[in-house]
């Protein structure tokens, strides 16, 4: 029996590590072809690469900061170019930088914005060029877009905030050509920008329900719903997967 993706081509930016990782590997175990995106960790993105491979399916690495709009121009262009097509986004890369609010410089502000919401534009600009009917933008978004329970992440807060309003208004703008917009909102998730072992973990931990972190095979079957025939008539809708962080 065919897998529900089977057919399809994915791109996931920032898969090289994470939930990203998570996410193309899961998506290309539902029959995915999928291209992944890197800014720095070349190898790491290779063994991505590699590991779907293994498992029978077909992948590619391409370097491509989400900051420079040339390079997503490019990477999604080279996507459907050598994978034939493109169906869904995954828009995971993101920066998320925690500072006390009075040493947050411009620069900081201004990447911020460039990584986690103007990169979220062009992609999603790009890649609709190529979706048809049936096609798929899923954002990775963050709880603290709705809930901010620490200090220092107010920057971080305020992308997040801007991508579920995006996909709000994104979703109207593609729906008419059969496109869906989703955002997904993970609570505290075990990776290298949130390590479960982490400074702030024992904090985060606590104020999840479930009293754990989340992993990204849990973030990525989300994602893989939303990006499967099931979900034909989700759209607009920012989901929380948090494990009652926001309950
Ligand atoms: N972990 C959490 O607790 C959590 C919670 C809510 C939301 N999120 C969101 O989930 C997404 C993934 O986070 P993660 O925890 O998996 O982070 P991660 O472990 O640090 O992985 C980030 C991934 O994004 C890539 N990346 C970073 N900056 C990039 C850029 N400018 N251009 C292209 N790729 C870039 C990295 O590649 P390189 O290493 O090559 O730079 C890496 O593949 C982010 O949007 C984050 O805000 C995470």
């Keep these: 029996m065919a897998n529900s993706l089977t057919g399809k081509v994915a791109l996931v930016t920032g898969g090289s590590c994470g939930i990203g990782a998570a996410i193309a590997k899961r998506l ?78 411009l620069a900081y502000f201004d990447r911020m914005v460039a990584v986690n919401v103007r990169g979220v534009f062009i992609a999603t600009q790009e890649a609709a060029r190529h979706m048809g009917e049936g096609g798929r933008v899923i954002m990775i978004g963050s709880v603290n877009a709705d809930r901010m329970p620490f200090v220092g992440g107010s920057l971080y807060a305020m992308t997040k905030a801007a991508v579920a309003g995006l996909t709000r208004g994104l979703a109207r703008d593609l729906g008419p050509r059969g496109i869906t917009v989703n955002n997904v909102q993970p609570g505290p998730t075990d990776t290298d920008m949130n390590p479960a072992g982490g400074p702030f973990a024992s904090v985060l931990k606590g104020l999840t329900a479930l009293d754990r972190y989340g992993q990204g095979d849990e973030i990525a079957g989300l ?25």
């Design 223 to 247: 994602v893989a719903y939303l990006a499967g025939p099931e979900a034909g008539f989700v759209t607009g809708v920012s989901l929380t997967i948090d494990g009652g962080f926001s309950a």
């Design 28 to 105: 290309a175990r539902d029959g995915a072809a999928v291209a992944i995106t890197y800014a720095s960790a070349r190898q790491k993105a290779e063994e991505v690469v590699g590991a779907i491979e293994a498992g029978g399916g077909r992948a590619i690495a391409l370097r491509a900061d989400s900051a420079d709009p040339d390079a997503v121009k490019s990477a999604i262009a080279e996507t459907a170019q050598t994978l034939g097509r493109l169906d869904v986004l995954v828009n995971n890369a993101g920066s998320a930088v925690v500072k006390p609010f009075d040493e947050f410089s």
